[in-house]
């Protein structure tokens, strides 16, 4: 997308290189993830004709918060946002730009109104920036919205619980309807009660006599909405509160059908203003080429797609990162946290699996570096709902039949359950797997420790307790299990990867031995993975080795292929 000095300059530009018509790496694992729609779908094609550049909401949140983090020192404590959208609720869904963002940078000053002009004016900005800290930050994030059926309407949108689809943004469209009814001329005499429609209908009087003509005048309407809302941005913001600095991020925001994948945000201005200073241009940072260029003309990106594409969205280390390379050598398929749990979360969702009708359970080991906000158990904690933590040290389900039982009790009526289970594994910044720097401490230690300590313990010639008084009876069984492989696994190439492969078969055999579908008609699922603790401050992944659904009476569906990296 060009900079442009008009709707119609940028509406021109992109319907140039017929970007509907090809298929990016991000494309392919946008809608592998549940996040974007198929391409070559009647949703993809008038998604990329009318506004390409689009993202999901979470790519353009993790790209413009890294930049801002790592390049100006911005963080929640030192910055305030604000934003500017139309009050639709359909714009604050859990993976809309404004959700994600307030949810990271903390309490928000919305300045918006229908149409999403920052209706508070220069007094509301005024307000707003006088809370700023000391020294402290503002981002803005503004912009108008438009709806995208499944069908490829641009201006419609089917709302949760209704039967047919509606205008989005309804504002907009209804002043553009009333301007081209009137002539160009809507009346003049102007309600006190509603203000805010008023000013959408003056401005586009100016326009719709031209929007008219254009190929899509919905996709136009809300271009020209974008430039009438960046108008009044500009007209109130400022950087009078103090030395620190004024981000701001505006587009498009694009509400896709949401059954089947994620808001997307066209991305038009991003900048960075301070008093004193020039304003910087950031645009290019929502730019990738390797994965961002036409599979059909570039066959071999799609290699490497996956992997790249977690990159861009910063969930995964660049591959020059000697953490990456160990990660992916001794553990290929890897996949960061949130990208396994929306692929898992997608796949469940054909065979029925909702928050409301799913119990979850996990078997990890409780080491507090697997549950950081970022690791799978608490973000699917966080979607599945409360959760039944069956694992001990080295992550192996400790509790038994009698915990399952207990826990398998609690199903709801034709309920499903689904367990994360596995051992962990770290990886040290220069790549040495076994080994991570903990927070506050200035030595590397193993992880997990419990398994290495076992480890060890069998090297020297342990198959089991050790004193006969002692109370360590977890400890005690993982060397049972890792003395008859010790020999075997010091003589591998990587004795930490070796050893955290067979600890994962170890607590998979014991999982397998404790569950059942004694519990009802649901499904079982069963998630296996090795966590990867990876250095800070990247993100924990995870190593897909069981993907299963199990039921009474029928075969059990092996879905890992699934999880796998495609080419």
């Not at 307030?102 to 309490?107: L, S, V």
């Not at 994965?291 to 280390?317: A, H, I, Y």
Request: net charge negative; proline share 6%.
């Amino acid at each position: 997308v060009v900079a442009a000095s008009s709707f119609l300059d940028v509406i021109e530009a992109n319907s140039k290189p017929a970007r509907e018509k090809q298929e990016t790496a991000q494309d392919k694992v946008f809608h592998w993830l549940g996040r974007a729609p198929k391409p070559g779908s009647k949703c993809f094609e008038a998604l990329h004709k009318y506004f390409p550049g689009s993202l999901p909401g979470a790519a353009v949140h993790l790209r413009s918060k890294a930049l801002l983090e790592d390049k100006y020192g911005m963080n929640p404590k030192n910055t305030l946002l604000g934003t500017s959208f139309c009050p639709d609720e359909i714009n604050n869904n859990e993976f809309d730009l404004p959700t994600l963002m307030r949810n990271y940078w903390g309490n928000v000053f919305p300045m918006g109104g229908i149409g999403g002009s920052p209706y508070v004016g220069e007094t509301g900005f005024k307000a707003f920036s006088s809370h700023v800290a000391e020294d402290g930050h503002i981002v803005v994030v503004f912009g108008p919205h438009v709806g995208i059926s499944e069908d490829g309407e641009v201006g419609k949108y089917l709302r949760e619980g209704q039967g047919s689809t509606s205008t989005a943004c309804g504002a907009v469209v209804g002043a553009y309807n009333a301007c081209l009814a009137a002539g160009g001329d809507p009346s003049s005499d102007e309600d006190i009660y509603d203000m805010q429609m008023n000013e959408i209908m003056a401005e586009f009087s100016k326009h719709a006599a031209q929007i008219s003509e254009t190929e899509n005048p919905m996709a136009s309407s809300a271009y020209a909405a974008f430039y009438m809302v960046l108008d009044r941005i500009r007209k109130i913001v400022n950087t009078d509160f103090g030395s620190g600095k004024l981000v701001l991020i505006g587009g498009i925001q694009i509400n896709m059908p949401q059954a089947s994948m994620n808001d997307h945000f066209l991305p038009l201005v991003f900048e960075v203003h301070q008093s004193g200073a020039e304003t910087e241009y950031l645009m290019d940072h929502f730019s990738d080429i390797a994965t961002q260029q036409d599979l059909n003309l570039c066959p071999w990106q799609g290699k490497t797609s996956l992997r790249e594409v977690f990159s861009f969205m910063t969930w995964s280390p660049p591959s020059d990162c000697l953490a990456y390379q160990a990660m992916h050598k001794y553990f290929p398929g890897a996949l960061p946290s949130q990208a396994l749990h929306e692929r898992k979360r997608a796949i469940l969702k054909r065979y029925g699996f909702t928050k409301q009708n799913t119990l979850m359970a996990t078997s990890l080991c409780p080491d507090e570096i697997n549950h950081d906000p970022s690791d799978l158990p608490v973000i699917m904690q966080n979607h599945w709902g409360d959760v039944f933590p069956m694992g001990g040290i080295s992550g192996a389900p400790f509790v038994g039949t009698t915990g399952f039982k207990a826990f398998s009790s609690h199903v709801p009526v034709d309920g499903n359950i689904i367990i994360l289970f596995g051992p962990h594994v770290g990886i040290s910044p220069d790549g040495e797997v076994g080994s991570c720097m903990r927070h506050g401490q200035s030595k590397m230690s193993t992880a997990c420790g419990a398994v290495v300590g076992a480890y060890q313990a069998a090297l020297s010639g342990a198959t089991g307790p050790q004193v006969s008084d002692a109370y360590d009876k977890q400890m005690d069984w993982i060397v049972s299990k890792i003395a008859p492989h010790a020999k075997a696994i010091e003589q591998t190439a990587s004795p930490m990867a070796a050893l955290s492969h067979t600890s994962y078969n170890i607590v998979r055999d014991k999982m397998f031995k404790i569950v059942n579908n004694d519990f009802g008609s649901g499904w079982l699922c069963l998630v296996g993975c090795i966590q990867i603790n990876m250095p800070d401050p990247l993100e924990d992944h995870f190593y897909p080795c069981t993907f299963e659904l199990r039921k009474a009476g029928e075969e059990t569906i092996d879905l890992l292929h699934e999880l796998k990296e495609f080419n």
